[in-house]
């Protein structure tokens, strides 16, 4: 049986199929364990965080990853004791871009862009 999806049978289909072939897959290294880049990751102390960091010195909502055209940005959501990007703390609600190999810190916790 032949593949009928629109990858195969449209030209359109097919440059999606290209692109999604050769996009570089980030992650966010946490806790050993590799946590896909998606559009926004939500960090914070709160269960309902995409990030969960179990520890008093991170806020319940304490920072965001987003990802604006082709490249991440780091934003601290006003959190009580800030967020750091190789060992310098960021200010509150401004993006700052991330590159592979930077090192987020909040409180004791570390993650790592990969």
Known sequence: MQDKTIVN???IGQRLDAIVKH?????LMFNNAKV???????????ADSDVV????????????????????????????????????????????KLSRGDTITIGKTSLVMQ
């Not at 996009?23 to 992650?27: C, I």
């Not at 909502?61 to 060992?87: C, E, P, R």
Request: aromatic share 6%; no cysteine; hydrophobic share 40%.
């Open 53 to 96: 960091i179990d520890g008093m010195l991170a806020s319940r909502h304490h920072a965001v990853i987003q990802k604006i055209k082709d490249a991440y940005f780091l934003k601290d959501m006003g959190s009580t004791n800030g967020t750091l990007l190789n060992g310098e703390r960021i200010p509150p609600d401004l993006y700052v």
């Open 36 to 46: 896909p880049l998606v559009a926004v990751i939500n960090i914070g102390r709160a």
């Open 9 to 11: 049978t449209s030209k």
């Open 23 to 27: 996009e570089q897959v980030s992650y």
